[in-house]
């Protein structure tokens, strides 16, 4: 009997495998798995484990401003005009009263002085925007330092480089917009740029500003590409590298318990979930208050564009200022012959810019070739036990600010009353000069402290603590550093250069090896052969030592 | 016995901090997960109520600056200057909405990380990782696949359809390279030319002053001055304005004849009157720095320096060549004017530039 009223209410009403809700949320999360599937994508995320350390905090900042920048960015919108007309001001900001200026410039003269709120939204926005490149890029030496570009995450890599380039145009695009005085400027600069170019240069200068420089149509056209093209590719390309840091979870360092093959940490929900989201609202509440105090790109004080004039402190956002440095510090050069000219004094600066992104770039998978290593590798590297690759991440980054104090060479010269002529020679040669000697300062600064690593797992501690002996001796006691710091200090790959094949095969028949392969070789020997690294201590070496008596 | 004391003395044979020394084996050998101590949090009620408050309280004076926030935008002017140090003069509404946006936002986000790090769980956990990589048998699944749907296909076998899929392919993101044409005009000649080519010998064009929009004469000129110029006929509310002061922009200075070092400038000038063009050779900025004891002008962008002097010669920076210099004279009235276009192209140099 009881088989047929099952039946009978099964027919009437089709039954659910399901348990019934507890209580409205489930009802509701039930409601939405049925359609999206959600129980089974929270099941490996909701308690999802992340490592610890202050330094991944560097990408979550890269995140919040990228979404402050959105935020505020579309409120811009609403009120900026990207036009080029001409018309003449009469607001409440006297001293440009009458004054005929373009839309663009206008209508950011409105937002800044007519709208309630308004300039602080494009003081969050620009401010955003400095600390969002600024964030990328610090995060980027993090994971280049600490080698967390390495198998399986070189394609990560390439999408947050991506992200920083895109990043970096996209700031310029967007601090031309306004048609002031000082991105008028940088607009012309980008003028000479592209008529650079031999060949196309000319014609490419025509089509982008869409006749002679300066034209109506280029604010409208940066306009469209800064809020529309650029963004939409970045944030496709930031959802594709979330989704690669959730698929190859992140990477930790060495130490008790942490392995290459488990992440030791603490659950996305909760305390990631308060953390990260808390976090969030840090460093929007951060840029705020600076927006409030600290003024950023006050184009009232500059006035609106004309090709004619230009105002003091010509200077672009801090991230542009390499290319800035690379046009100011490279001579003269312009080779004329049948009728043409090559202007190698901004064609130079033009082709190494990429090629000082591109090195970036293509870096994992020059490590990766050199090294031949195919492995998975989750534990990051300490910079001291990659003296190479960390020489290689400091020769870049002064080559970097080198650059950029060679893009503020006035600067630098008002305000340490030095020769603006003696700066740029001191820029010309170190551009050759600088990163070598930071590479090899850098690699012998690693080698010390793997020495002192090693000293330190093999004679302990200083303990401060000085002892006579019975023979009238004075010996400083060590103490044997805890296990957990021995491990962390000695869990580290030492891994061997490639070598090359014999060069006769068991039968004697001559094997030759390659140039590429030689290059290779050698290149791996310098990466991990005796010069790059200070071998590990043994445990035979630690035994010796400790079973000793302690006269060390 | 001396010798036995002294060795047990040594912090090293029974340890340091309390830790038992596991040098039996492997020195090295990773210990594991270090053991979980709890927090003041965990075994103290009332550190764990003055947390919570601490949380409540942020989140509360959050609130406050949100109504604060509102408060400022209805209540202040937007005109309102005020004095704030060290800041200096600040618009009010500004300062306030950054301000109270600034501890509204701050104080959720130190209320929750507050939160997380006081009264949330703080046990590490470990969780395993899996390789990337596929399996051999799966890996060999995937492919036989692939290789059946590429057999069905007949990509392979049919070489003339892949090359010319492949040529289709290749060719038709060109239509949407040739869309982009009518972006802008064509360059033809147009760099190589300025306003002042409407100048002739029969009807040559006035220099007018820029700052005071009138003609000028040679006595008006002192040696050692620099003046701004602009070609007669050439008014800011014209449509083209923008485009001819980009290139037609000339600067105008007076050097003493003894002081000239080039002849064919000095033949170009007027009685040491020599007109060059304001828009500097390397990428185009107009030069207005001008330092009459040496008679060089400098680029504030990228610090080109050239000597007027000298048929504006670079003597330093990045630019690449000479700024051009425009033929001047005196009409019948002892205006100067000139007489014809520049004898080459102004701004930065380009492909087509002979």
Not at chain 1, 133 to 151: D, E, N, Q, S
Not at chain 1, 521 to 531: I, M, P, V
Not at chain 2, 15 to 44: C, K, N, W
Request: glycine share 10%; net charge negative.
């Amino acid at each position: 009997m009881s088989t047929a009223n099952n039946a009978t209410s099964g027919a009437s009403k089709p039954a659910s495998t399901r348990a019934k809700p507890a209580n409205k949320f489930e009802a509701a999360a039930d409601w939405t798995d049925g359609r999206l599937g959600i129980y089974t994508l929270a099941k490996s995320n909701l308690r999802k484990i992340f490592p610890d350390h202050w330094s991944f905090m560097l990408g979550e900042i890269c995140l919040y401003t990228f979404i402050i920048i959105i935020l505020t960015g579309v409120y811009l919108t609403l009120f900026f005009k990207p036009s080029m007309a001409e018309t003449v001001y009469h607001g409440t900001y006297a001293p440009l009263n009458g004054i005929r200026m373009s839309e663009a410039y206008a209508s950011t003269m409105d937002i800044s002085f007519e709208v309630r709120g308004g300039l602080l939204i494009r003081q969050i926005h620009h401010w955003a925007a400095i600390v969002f490149v600024a964030a990328m890029l610090v995060h980027m030496m993090r994971v280049f330092f600490t080698g967390a570009f390495r198998k399986p995450r070189e394609i990560n890599w390439l999408f947050g480089a991506g992200l920083l380039f895109l990043g970096m145009f996209d700031g310029f695009m967007g601090y031309s917009l306004p048609d002031d005085l000082l991105s008028g400027t940088g607009i012309r600069f980008m003028e000479g740029a592209i008529l650079a170019v031999p060949l196309v240069g000319t014609y490419l200068q025509f089509f982008l500003y869409g006749g002679q420089f300066p034209g109506t149509d280029i604010v409208p056209r940066f306009f469209t590409i800064h809020v529309l093209l650029i963004p939409g590719i970045m944030l496709g390309l930031l959802v594709a590298h979330l989704i690669l840091v959730f698929y190859h979870k992140h990477t930790q360092f060495a130490g008790p318990g942490r392995t290459e093959k488990n992440v030791v940490g603490m659950p996305l929900m909760p305390v990631y979930m308060a953390k990260a989201g808390g976090f969030f609202f840090l460093v929007f509440g951060v840029i705020a208050a600076a927006s409030a105090i600290a003024t950023v790109n006050p184009i009232w004080a500059y006035g609106p564009y004309r090709p004619d004039q230009v105002s003091t402190d010509a200077q672009p956002d801090w991230y542009m200022g390499f290319s800035e440095g690379l046009i100011r510090v490279m001579p003269g050069w312009e080779i004329r012959a049948w009728g043409h000219t090559l202007n190698m004094g901004v064609f130079v600066p033009l082709m190494v810019f990429p090629l000082v992104l591109m090195a970036i770039w293509v870096y994992p998978f020059l490590e990766a070739w050199v090294t031949g290593d195919k492995r998975e590798h989750h534990i990051a590297d300490r910079p001291r036990n990659a003296p190479v690759r960390t020489g290689f991440g400091a020769a870049w980054i002064s080559l970097y600010v080198l650059l950029l104090l060679g893009g503020g060479n006035d600067l630098l010269a008002t305000h340490l009353h030095l020769s603006i002529n003696t700066i740029t020679y001191f820029v010309r040669v170190g551009f050759f000069v600088v990163p070598v000697l930071t590479f090899f300062i850098t690699k012998r600064w690693c080698l010390g402290l793997q020495r002192r690593d090693k000293d330190k797992v093999l004679h302990g501690r200083e303990s401060g603590i000085i002892k006579r002996l019975p023979h009238g001796e004075f010996v400083e006691i060590h103490e044997q550093l805890p296990q957990d710091k021995l491990y962390k200090l000695t869990a580290h790959e030492q891994p061997q250069p490639i070598e090359l094949p014999a060069e006769v095969d068991e039968n004697g028949v001559a094997l030759k090896a390659g140039r590429l392969a030689k290059a290779r070789a050698k290149l791996s020997g310098a990466f991990y052969g005796e010069g790059a690294q200070i071998a590990k201590p043994t445990a035979e070496e630690h035994h010796e030592i400790t079973s000793g008596h302690g006269h060390h | 016995m001396s010798h036995e004391m002294s060795d047990e003395k040594l912090p090293e044979s029974h340890g340091s901090e309390g830790h038992e020394v596991a040098v039996h084996g492997d020195p090295f050998a990773d210990p594991g997960l270090p053991a979980h101590g709890p927090r003041r949090t965990d075994i103290d009620e009332r550190a764990a109520k003055r947390a919570e408050r601490q949380v409540s309280l942020l989140f509360i004076v959050s609130m406050l600056a949100t109504v604060g926030f509102i408060a400022s935008y209805v209540a202040i002017d937007i005109d309102k200057i005020v004095y704030i140090f060290p800041l200096g003069h600040v618009s009010a509404l500004n300062f306030a909405l950054g301000m109270t946006l600034g501890v509204a936002l701050f104080c959720i986000g130190a209320g929750a990380v507050h939160w997380a790090r006081t009264l949330m769980s703080d046990h590490e956990i470990p969780a395993d990782r899996h390789p990337i990589e596929a399996d051999d048998e799966l890996r060999a699944d995937v492919i036989e696949q692939f290789q059946t749907g590429a057999a069905e296909s007949g990509f392979g076998r049919r070489k003339m359809l892949r090359n010319t899929l492949i040529g289709s392919m290749a060719l038709v993101p060109l239509s949407g390279v040739v869309l982009l044409r009518d972006l802008g005009p064509l360059p033809e000649d147009k760099l190589a030319h300025t306003g002042w080519e409407l100048a002739t010998p029969a009807k040559p064009l006035k220099l007018i002053n820029m700052n005071t929009n009138e003609p000028m004469k040679p006595e008006d000129i002192v040696t050692g001055s620099l003046t701004f110029a602009k070609p007669e006929g050439l008014e800011e509310d014209q449509e083209i304005f923008q485009e001819q002061i980009a290139k037609d922009a000339l600067m105008i200075i007076r050097i003493a004849p003894e002081d000239l070092k080039d002849k064919t400038s000095a033949e170009l000038g007027f009685e040491g009157i020599l007109a060059y063009s304001k828009i500097c050779t390397h990428v185009g900025c107009p030069i207005s720095l001008y330092e009459q004891q040496t008679h060089h002008a400098l680029c504030p962008c990228h610090q080109s320096t050239f000597d007027l002097a000298d048929g504006a010669r670079v003597i330093f920076g990045p630019a690449g060549h000479p700024l051009p210099q425009l033929k001047i004279t005196t009409d019948e009235k002892g205006f100067l004017v000139a007489t014809g276009d520049f004898q080459e192209p102004v701004g930065p140099s380009y492909w087509e530039r002979p």
